[in-house]
């Protein structure tokens, strides 16, 4: 395929900007003794607080900031040796040392790509990746200790360490957020989610057996009440409720916030015990996103498509992501700008 076509693709001018423009561009050209492959975009899927990525967490290289780390597509061009020949439908969450995928084309290497659910759409499975494979690695590596290297548990190893574990969720609607319900619940955690009035019967949906209205639910008040307690608490959100957790979790227990590190935010009177604080980025892995596809199409675990969007439209789709109040993913279809 000819480097001189051209692309339709979002760019982030500077780290400190947060203005996109849809421009052209050429397309990428993969590097196969790297593992890289060249993959049509059908769908991808932009992260709230991504545009601040760049100047808060610097690329080791400089490279073209393209947002979307999620995508779903068709392999165009591939290695040799890889188990995604061209015409494979794949999915996946693709590094950050790499442009992401708001293009019509892009570039992922095989240890990041899966194969994509059957059953489900481009739009669904690129609302997939980022959020479920945080989950996973919150569940089966982080939050609990597992040898004291961060070592991953297998399922049967999880479910032993997390039966009869009381696990706290906040913006348990989010994208994260509702990966976190389902997976715990698969594992035998007992699950309290904290979201917003219009998804309160959602999150108890996906397994949460109690569900907390964060409008009217002062979660430290709630925390007084010692069987309220949890072992684990995991932050989606950061600010108040990264705050609040703190006062929910037991003594010897675990914060842990994907937002930012929860030492940042803990409240200055607070006098728990033996209380552990996690925060970790997370890293594409493929062999953790193929069982994730597995769960999918048993129907044990699904994604959430909040709304679909054309590429033209990138300016609204952020301002969704900035608002906050986003249920499940928002999705950028390809097949719909033509």
Same mark, same amino acid.
Request: hydrophobic residues 40%.
């Given at each position: 395929?000819?480097?001189?076509?051209?692309?339709?693709?979002?760019?982030?001018?500077?780290?400190?900007?947060?203005?996109?423009?849809?421009?052209?561009?050429?397309?990428?050209?993969?590097?196969?003794?790297?593992?890289?492959?060249?993959?049509?975009?059908?769908?991808?899927?932009?992260?709230?607080?991504?545009?601040?990525?760049?100047?808060?967490?610097?690329?080791?290289?400089?490279?073209?900031?393209?947002?979307?780390?999620?995508?779903?597509?068709?392999?165009?061009?591939?290695?040799?040796?890889?188990?995604?020949?061209?015409?494979?439908?794949?999915?996946?969450?693709?590094?950050?040392?790499?442009?992401?995928?708001?293009?019509?084309?892009?570039?992922?290497?095989?240890?990041?790509?899966?194969?994509?659910?059957?059953?489900?759409?481009?739009?669904?499975?690129?609302?997939?990746?980022?959020?479920?494979?945080?989950?996973?690695?919150?569940?089966?590596?982080?939050?609990?200790?597992?040898?004291?290297?961060?070592?991953?548990?297998?399922?049967?190893?999880?479910?032993?360490?997390?039966?009869?574990?009381?696990?706290?969720?906040?913006?348990?609607?989010?994208?994260? @957020?509702?990966?976190? +319900?389902? !997976?715990?619940?698969? $594992? =035998? /955690?007992?699950? &309290?989610?904290?979201? @917003?009035?219009?998804? +309160?019967? !959602?999150?108890?949906? $996906? =397994? /949460?057996?109690? &569900?907390?209205?964060?409008?009217?639910?002062? +979660?430290?008040?709630?925390?007084?009440?010692?069987?309220?307690? &949890?072992?684990?608490?995991?932050?989606?959100?950061?600010?108040?409720?990264?705050?609040?957790?703190?006062?929910? &979790?037991?003594?010897?227990?675990?914060?842990?916030?994907?937002?930012?590190?929860?030492?940042?935010?803990?409240?200055?009177?607070?006098?728990?015990?033996?209380?552990?604080?996690?925060?970790?980025?997370?890293?594409?892995?493929?062999?953790?996103?193929?069982?994730?596809?597995?769960?999918?199409?048993?129907?044990?675990?699904?994604?959430?498509?909040?709304?679909?969007?054309?590429?033209?439209?990138?300016?609204?789709?952020?301002?969704?992501?900035?608002?906050?109040?986003?249920?499940?993913?928002?999705?950028?279809?390809?097949?719909?700008?033509?």
């Amino acid at each position: 395929m000819s480097n001189l076509q051209k692309m339709r693709c979002i760019i982030q001018p500077s780290a400190s900007s947060k203005n996109l423009i849809l421009t052209d561009t050429p397309l990428p050209t993969p590097n196969h003794a790297q593992g890289e492959h060249l993959i049509q975009i059908k769908a991808c899927s932009p992260c709230a607080g991504e545009l601040l990525w760049m100047a808060n967490f610097p690329p080791p290289t400089e490279r073209t900031l393209i947002p979307c780390p999620d995508m779903a597509g068709i392999v165009i061009s591939a290695p040799d040796d890889s188990p995604f020949q061209p015409g494979a439908e794949v999915y996946a969450r693709t590094n950050y040392v790499r442009p992401g995928n708001g293009r019509e084309y892009s570039i992922a290497v095989t240890d990041e790509l899966a194969h994509k659910p059957k059953d489900l759409s481009w739009v669904q499975a690129a609302a997939v990746p980022v959020s479920a494979e945080t989950a996973w690695q919150v569940l089966f590596v982080h939050a609990l200790p597992t040898g004291g290297n961060g070592e991953e548990m297998d399922l049967e190893t999880a479910k032993t360490a997390w039966a009869g574990k009381r696990i706290l969720v906040t913006a348990a609607s989010g994208g994260v @957020g509702i990966w976190l +319900v389902q !997976l715990a619940t698969l $594992l =035998g /955690a007992e699950v &309290v989610a904290t979201c @917003g009035p219009r998804n +309160v019967e !959602l999150v108890r949906s $996906l =397994g /949460a057996k109690e &569900v907390l209205d964060y409008r009217v639910a002062n +979660v430290k008040e709630w925390a007084q009440v010692p069987s309220n307690k &949890v072992d684990v608490v995991v932050d989606c959100i950061g600010g108040k409720a990264l705050e609040d957790a703190w006062w929910t &979790v037991k003594d010897g227990g675990v914060v842990l916030s994907i937002f930012r590190p929860p030492l940042q935010a803990r409240p200055d009177s607070f006098e728990g015990a033996g209380v552990k604080d996690k925060f970790f980025i997370m890293q594409p892995v493929r062999r953790q996103l193929e069982e994730i596809s597995k769960l999918i199409e048993k129907g044990v675990c699904r994604g959430l498509v909040d709304s679909v969007w054309p590429l033209e439209q990138y300016e609204e789709v952020f301002k969704r992501l900035d608002g906050g109040h986003a249920r499940g993913k928002v999705v950028f279809d390809f097949s719909l700008n033509h």
